[in-house]
């Protein structure tokens, strides 16, 4: 995991500093969209015989497209609204996303484990599981002690279980990117002054620290 999370976290950094610079943020979700469905199609071809290099390289890749929507859209859309609904929204974003994760997270498990019993049965064929080990208690280090048949045979079953999740999330990343183009460019606030709402009738505070004139009746 440490390849996608370098990417995630060397493009949010990036594209913060851009964004910054050059107050222009439309094309990171665009980009980063597009990059994650790649990412997405690429790791549904890793497989029993994929190296950690190339595995490696795709995570790199989808967490790169990670990295230009995550924080970018928090961004836009506390970039959207008044000041005075700045933590309105931002508690509204961050709400959509942990529903996102905790229902994205239950229905590609379910899918994975739905999957992931058929394939055991078709690789494994005839050949039995040892007493008391199920597909679930599987780790590396007990697989790596069970016979070679069994061992290929749960290999190959979970690899392609992992290419079908992949598979499936494919579309849902090329829905993020086509309803990315639909992000409006607002012009980037910059500075506390500038982010509140112009059209607000509410008078700024007087400075109480400056000295006051004296006003004779």
């Given at each position: 995991?440490l390849?996608?999370?370098g990417?995630?976290?060397l493009?949010?950094?990036g594209?913060?500093i851009?964004?910054s610079?050059?107050?222009?943020?439309?094309?990171?979700?665009?980009?980063?969209?597009?990059?994650?469905?790649?990412?997405?199609l690429?790791?549904?071809?890793?497989?029993i015989?994929?190296?950690?290099?190339?595995?490696g390289?795709?995570m790199?890749?989808?967490?790169?497209?990670?990295?230009?929507?995550?924080?970018?859209?928090?961004l836009?859309?506390?970039?959207?609204?008044?000041?005075?609904?700045?933590g309105?929204?931002?508690s509204?974003?961050?709400?959509?996303?942990?529903i996102?994760?905790?229902f994205?997270?239950?229905?590609?498990?379910?899918?994975?484990?739905?999957?992931?019993?058929g394939?055991?049965v078709?690789h494994?064929?005839?050949?039995?599981?040892?007493?008391?080990l199920?597909?679930?208690?599987?780790?590396?280090?007990?697989?790596?002690?069970l016979?070679h048949?069994?061992?290929?045979?749960?290999?190959?079953?979970?690899?392609e279980?992992?290419?079908?999740?992949?598979?499936?999330a494919a579309?849902?990343?090329?829905?993020?990117?086509i309803a990315?183009?639909?992000?409006p460019?607002?012009?980037?606030?910059?500075?506390?002054?500038?982010?509140?709402?112009?059209?607000?009738s509410?008078?700024?505070?007087p400075?109480?620290?400056?000295?006051?004139?004296?006003?004779s009746?």
């Open positions: 995991m390849p996608l999370l990417g995630l976290i493009c949010s950094t594209s913060g851009v964004i610079k050059t107050g222009r943020y439309r094309i990171f979700p665009i980009a980063g969209t597009a990059l994650l469905t790649v990412g997405l690429l790791l549904a071809q890793v497989g015989t994929t190296s950690l290099i190339v595995s390289l795709y790199f890749v989808l967490g790169v497209g990670l990295g230009c929507v995550m924080q970018v859209l928090v836009i859309v506390q970039n959207a609204v008044p000041y005075s609904e700045l309105v929204a931002t509204g974003a961050t709400f959509f996303r942990s996102g994760g905790s994205g997270t239950a229905i590609f498990g379910a899918i994975f484990s739905n999957v992931l019993i394939n055991l078709r494994l064929g005839t050949a039995k599981l040892p007493p008391g199920s597909s679930a208690s599987v780790t590396p280090a007990i697989l790596d002690k016979p048949a069994v061992h290929h045979g749960i290999a190959a079953a979970y690899a279980s992992i290419q079908t999740v992949f598979i499936i579309p849902v990343g090329l829905i993020a990117f990315s183009w639909l992000i460019q607002v012009e980037l606030r910059r500075g506390v002054g500038a982010s509140h709402d112009s059209s607000s509410t008078p700024p505070a400075d109480l620290s400056a000295p006051q004139p004296i006003v009746k």
